[in-house]
């Protein structure tokens, strides 16, 4: 693994966990696992990814159960296909936790050192054959798994001022860009940020509205018990029109805007002066203030992502309520980097010219910590199997959120960093982060990363829900006073026959814990069991009719393309699709037709050559 942050501490701990003997490079030790910018896990869609990840038998979920300050559940107002667990972390013991993972790890080398070179041998075709770092030594290996984060060739940007550096002050990686480039690998230039830092100390909280976490937390680990811990407050402020009025008075300076910086950022995380000229109709926008951990005072203000000069950062931070004498402790930055176009990967994230080497996290033109450690595990897993003479792990679209994550970079590529979000999830509502486990731990048992305790433990939990759910379906309610009291204290229509339990509990007004006063059969459950049976019974048809469009969208997954096929000579191909097509090489027609320029007939065309195909084969 060639760096130590999400994506390479999952997969050098799926590698080692699996029996390989593996080695993870870091520029600095002291970074692994770092959290540059917000030090939180999880939130809309990432959540998702984060429970999937413990799912396939990672480690980031344990590892923000054990270090989280503060939990919530998000979205609670909207449906369950959109609940997203997300949780304040304290950076250090996040840290510390991860890089303690790794030491303790069998099977695990760490090591300091900074890769400037990949060793490739070309007979009889390309493969990778190890690193060599900046000192001159060498590691051999047989794969190779690049995790560099935005450290390749990265640049900090504040106003007029720049220096090649990585996150937090460290050193960048300036080597690899022109090893990769030299192999044919092509890359790209993305830019990202994070916002000022700041001494909670000489922050007002009384002109803030707070941000407890929930009562009752929910652990991002499926073998996680309960989580009792003193939970720290965020808080919550708006920018104004005084502070968007620095800020326009200030464009000059900013180097977004004066063409400093070159790399493309984030759209669904934008700077504040690019939220300021895009939205210029908004008087207001949302600033929370985050603690960044139990041992220290330093405050995060997420909201208020700049590259602006340090000057003007000042002047608009102190015109918020609650910051007017704030002290700043860290400065907001840019930060460049560069990254590879990932439609140059499989599925299995292995470089479709180069044997053994494979991408994971930032490097294929991602953000977000959780979107590294996705790919970071199914990296690790595949890099295994390939040494191992064994099939990889590909996941579908239909799979999780992981499969929505990788098949979106290999098929359809990304112009910009890449942020994992429910909407981007066809089939959310089967994909929940409540049933990540009932989805993925199967998988991760038949990779060898979910052992048989744990498996044991898995599908004894598997059958209470599916028992729970056939006794609710089969259990009659007579009509009784108890019924009807129930129902009127719900605002729900009465019954004076006997009714189904499960018919009731579909009424959008009644809730299986409601239940509990009129089931006297009920067996005593844990909280995420309840809500799973709840969830299965009360939107049953919605999930029926899903699971239908799954069906229809496997039956495309389950036609493979060859590898070798000429796109160019299938008659009846629009160009542009063979084009895409040669280009891409997708691996089955379904991938094929999720390609921007294959349009439906494209897709005939290809069915009818397959079978044509296979006819002359056989």
């Not at 590698?15 to 080695?23: D, K, V």
């Not at 900090?156 to 220096?163: A, C, L, P, T, W």
Request: with cysteine; proline share 5%.
């Amino acid at each position: 693994m060639v760096g130590a942050g999400h994506a390479g501490c999952e997969a050098a701990l799926a590698c080692a966990r699996l029996g390989a003997s593996t080695l993870i490079l870091s520029i600095n030790l002291d970074s692994v696992a770092n959290m540059p910018c917000n030090p939180n896990i999880g939130g809309t869609g990432k959540g998702h990814l984060v429970r999937e990840v413990d799912a396939l038998g990672g480690e980031m979920g344990r590892a923000a159960d054990s270090t989280m300050i503060q939990s919530r559940m998000l979205n609670r107002a909207k449906g369950p296909a959109v609940f997203s667990l997300r949780a304040q972390i304290d950076r250090r013991s996040y840290q510390a936790y991860m890089k303690r993972a790794l030491e303790e790890q069998p099977n695990l080398d760490v090591r300091q050192a900074e890769a400037v070179e990949l060793l490739v041998e070309n007979a009889p075709e390309p493969r990778v054959a190890g690193v060599r770092v900046r000192t001159g030594a060498v590691f051999y290996a047989r794969a190779v798994i690049l995790t560099t984060g935005t450290y390749l060739k990265a640049r900090i940007i504040i106003g007029e001022f720049s220096q090649n550096s990585g996150p937090d002050g460290l050193f960048p990686a300036n080597g690899l860009s022109d090893s990769l480039a030299s192999l044919g690998v092509r890359l790209r230039r993305f830019k990202t940020g994070t916002p000022a830092r700041v001494n909670g100390r000489t922050v007002d909280f009384s002109k803030t509205e707070e941000q407890p976490g929930d009562e009752r937390i929910t652990p991002f680990s499926f073998t996680t018990g309960r989580v009792d811990i003193e939970q720290s407050s965020c808080w919550l402020t708006h920018t104004n029109e005084r502070t968007h009025e620095i800020i326009r008075q200030n464009l000059s300076r900013s180097p977004l805007f004066s063409g400093v910086i070159k790399g493309t950022g984030a759209r669904y995380c934008p700077s504040i002066e690019d939220k300021i000229v895009r939205f210029a109709d908004r008087k207001a926008h949302q600033v929370f203030i985050e603690p960044m951990g139990r041992g220290t005072r330093e405050m995060y203000l997420q909201g208020l992502s700049s590259s602006l000069p340090e000057d003007v950062q000042a002047q608009l931070i102190r015109t918020i309520p609650g910051l007017e004498d704030v002290k700043i402790t860290r400065s907001a930055y840019a930060i460049e980097y560069d990254c590879i176009d990932p439609t140059q990967l499989n599925l299995s994230l292995e470089f479709k010219g180069i044997g053994g080497l494979f991408a994971a996290g930032q490097i294929n033109g991602t953000s977000g910590y959780e979107e590294a450690a996705a790919q970071g595990i199914v990296a690790g897993i595949n890099a295994f199997m390939l040494l191992n003479g064994r099939e990889p792990l590909i996941l579908k679209r239909s799979d999780g959120y992981i499969g929505v994550l990788i098949d979106d970079l290999i098929t359809k590529g990304t112009n910009e960093p890449y942020r994992m979000m429910t909407s981007r999830a066809e089939y959310r509502l089967i994909l929940r982060q409540d049933n990540a486990d009932i989805r993925l731990t199967p998988y991760g048992h038949a990779a060898g990363l979910i052992g048989a305790e744990r498996y044991a433990r898995f599908l004894e939990r598997r059958k209470t829900i599916e028992d729970e759910i056939a006794r609710v379906k089969s259990a009659v309610l007579p009509p009784s006073d108890a019924v009807r009291a129930l129902l009127a204290s719900l605002g729900s229509a009465p019954v004076n026959t006997g009714i189904r339990m499960d018919e009731l509990l579909r009424r959008p007004e009644v809730t299986y814990a409601a239940l509990a006063a009129v089931d006297a059969g009920r067996p005593a459950l844990a909280p995420d069991i309840e809500e799973q049976v709840e969830i299965s019974i009360k939107y049953e048809g919605y999930i029926k009719r899903q699971e239908q469009d799954v069906a229809q969208f496997q039956k495309l997954e389950g036609k493979p393309l060859p590898r070798d096929a000429r796109y160019g000579e299938i008659r009846g191909l629009r160009i542009e699709a063979a084009q895409k097509l040669d280009a891409l090489k997708p691996e089955s027609v379904g991938q094929a037709s999720r390609i921007s320029g294959v349009s439906p007939s494209d897709v005939s065309v290809l069915l009818v050559w397959l079978a044509r195909r296979g006819a002359n084969i056989k």
